[in-house]
Structures are given as structure tokens and as C-alpha cells.
């Protein structure tokens, strides 16, 4: 099953949806566990740009893509705009591990999903997969597979919300 969602990535494109008005409502109703395992909920990014990463430890291209979500994050951090990380299917203790094992600390939110739930929720057709909200809670963009997040044209597209977040 993972080598065939690591497959999937490969032939994945990119691809944008348009939201419905729900999805606004659902987004700010969700609520995992953090790695302590306290509550964490979306309520608290109301107003705020968001980028919520689906990957896992086992899976070559989220990894690979973690140091780039962590960049672009410290890129942002004085702007409403936040990237939450939820691990699908795996323990606290296998993203603890895999936490500890980085040359350098992630500057992330990480979530979990232990009884994978968001492949179902969420529609996830493998992994990474990472849902780009704007400040309203509408939903931007899908974006299947791993990305260079701290690239110059990702940097600019999340500056344009973030402009839009402060107006």
C-alpha cells in the first residue's frame, strides 16, 4: 500500500478546486491530537492563511518536502499564516522519532491521524497532499505531490493571500 501511494505521487498532477460554502464551516470544526496528545483545533486559525500538509515519515517525497514547509513557515512568521502538518496513520511516537532523527528542528505544527480518517475525509489520493486555505476558510488550492514550498513563485502566491488576509 505505501509503495502504491508513493507511486501515485509520480503521475498525480497538480491540481486546483474550487470550495463550497461548507467547506469553510468544516474547516474550522476540525480538531486532532498534537503530539502530546492534547486537542488541537482549526478554530484557532480563523483569519489566518493556511496550508495543511497530509504526509507521513515512511513516505520519500513528505519528507523530502518538510525542510522546504519548515522555510517557508519561518518565512511567515510575523504574517497570518500558519502550516499544520498532519501525519496520516502514524503514531506520536513514530513522527517523535522521525522528529528527532533531523539535523534541524522542523518549525512546524504537527498533527496526527492515527486511524487515518483523512484519507477518507479529505479525499486523499496518496501522499503528500496539502490543502491551501485563504484567510476566509475558503478553500484555494489542492496540491498533489511534494513541492518547493519555499520557492520564489510559492512565496509570492502565499504573500497574495496574506496581502488579501490584511485588507
Given amino acids: ?27 474550522y470544526a ?4 498534537a503530539l502530546n496528545g492534547e486537542p488541537h483545533s482549526f478554530e484557532q486559525y480563523r ?21 522546504a514547509l519548515s522555510r517557508l513557515q ?9 502550516i499544520v502538518a498532519i501525519s496520516a496513520g502514524e503514531t506520536a511516537e513514530s513522527v517523535e522519532t522521525f522528529r528527532k532523527g533531523l539535523a534541524q528542528p522542523l518549525q512546524l ?11 477518507s ?7 503528500p497532499m496539502s490543502y491551501l486555505y485563504d484567510h476566509s476558510g475558503k478553500l484555494v488550492e489542492v496540491i498533489t505531490g511534494d ?3 519555499d520557492s520564489k513563485p510559492w512565496q509570492q502566491r502565499i504573500r497574495a493571500l ?6
Fill in 1 to 27: 500500500m505505501k509503495a502504491l501511494l508513493v507511486m501515485l505521487l509520480v503521475v498525480l498532477p497538480f491540481t486546483a478546486v474550487e470550495a463550497d460554502e461548507n467547506s469553510t464551516a468544516e474547516l
Fill in 30 to 33: 476540525l480538531n486532532f491530537p
Fill in 47 to 67: 483569519g489566518q492563511v493556511l496550508l495543511v500538509n497530509f504526509w507521513a515519515t515512511w513516505c520519500p517525497p513528505c519528507v523530502r518536502e518538510m525542510p
Fill in 74 to 82: 519561518q518565512a511567515f512568521a510575523d504574517a497570518p499564516f500558519r
Fill in 109 to 119: 505544527q504537527f498533527l496526527l491521524d492515527p486511524q487515518g480518517r483523512t484519507f
Fill in 121 to 127: 475525509e479529505f479525499e486523499l489520493r496518496g501522499l
Fill in 147 to 149: 513541492e518547493a514550498w
Fill in 162 to 167: 496574506v496581502d488579501a488576509a490584511r485588507k
